[in-house]
């Protein structure tokens, strides 16, 4: 894994409180479901490989809880595949910020999907049913935790959440393990962000990154996978300094 951030300190960066403030006016940024988020590098293929993958993998898919829901967009797309096959299913939508939530619910709902519930606040302080997700998507959330700790009691609680058979699928911001490699990567998104709106807009994205920011390699993050117990670990997609991954818990015995 990683080295250690043990003694690293993360109190210059955002407090829920302050991310949660940022998107609540934030909202239509994260409503287009043909484009994702923009300022996310292959954010189209992302959701599509996300929820093919899920869709793909876990054999019954009845209830879903999406961390960091945003507008809805990868729950809905992942109800448009488990709808094709003439399923629904109960979607649980889990967010900081209550205008998202209320798009994402307001959307999921129009969708003919099942049962809707939404969660509104931190995923690590709201109490969940144990073994009774079928399916977890965690898209462009999991970077605002912080030290070792927070991220292994994170993995924790998305494993045990998990029901036997189900599976978790990621995608987020990344780093990297080497600084070489770190520098380049973050050269080529800035090019990215450049070239998409232009070099102030590169700028504001740097920007509030730094703040709110915190993320790990993926290499750190599939370790953590298998080391809460996750029994196959899979590498979707990586681009830049944005990947794809997920993980299946085994059937119960």
């Known amino acids: 894994m990683q080295k250690s951030t043990k003694g690293k300190s993360y109190e210059n960066k955002s407090t829920v409180a302050e991310i949660r ?17 923009s ?24 209830r879903v809880l999406d961390i960091g829901c945003g507008a809805g967009n990868n729950t809905l797309r ?28 307001s959307r999921v709902e129009a969708s003919q999907a099942g049962n ?3 969660h509104q606040g931190d995923f690590r302080a709201i109490e969940l049913p ?34 036997p058979g189900g599976s978790v699928w990621i995608s987020d911001l990344v780093s990297h393990e080497t600084d070489a490699v770190q520098a380049m990567m973050w ?13 102030a807009y590169k700028m504001k994205v740097f920007d509030y990154i730094e703040k709110e920011d915190s993320p790990r390699p993926v290499t750190y993050q599939l370790d953590l996978l ?14 830049s300094c944005f990947a794809a991954f997920g993980a299946v818990k085994g059937k119960a015995q």
Not at 78 to 105: I, N, Q, T, W, Y
């Open 226 to 239: 298998r080391a809460v117990g996750f029994e196959q670990v899979e590498l979707l997609h990586k681009n």
């Open 130 to 163: 144990v073994g009774q997700f079928d399916v977890i998507i965690a898209a462009a959330v999991l970077h605002h935790l912080r030290d070792d700790e927070d991220w292994l009691s994170t993995f924790e609680k998305i494993y045990a959440i998990t029901a």
């Open 116 to 118: 809707v519930v939404v």
């Open 187 to 199: 050269q080529r998104y800035g090019d990215y962000l450049t070239e998409l709106d232009g070099e």
């Open 39 to 62: 300022s996310t590098v292959d954010a189209a293929l992302v959701m599509e490989l996300l929820t093919s993958a899920a869709a793909s993998s876990t054999q019954s898919i009845r």
């Open 78 to 105: 992942l109800l448009e595949k488990v709808a094709a096959k003439g399923g629904a299913f109960d979607c649980h939508l889990l967010d900081l910020s209550e205008p998202m939530l209320a798009r994402a619910k």
């Open 21 to 37: 403030e940022r998107f609540d006016h934030d909202v239509e940024r994260f409503s287009n479901l043909e484009t994702g988020q």
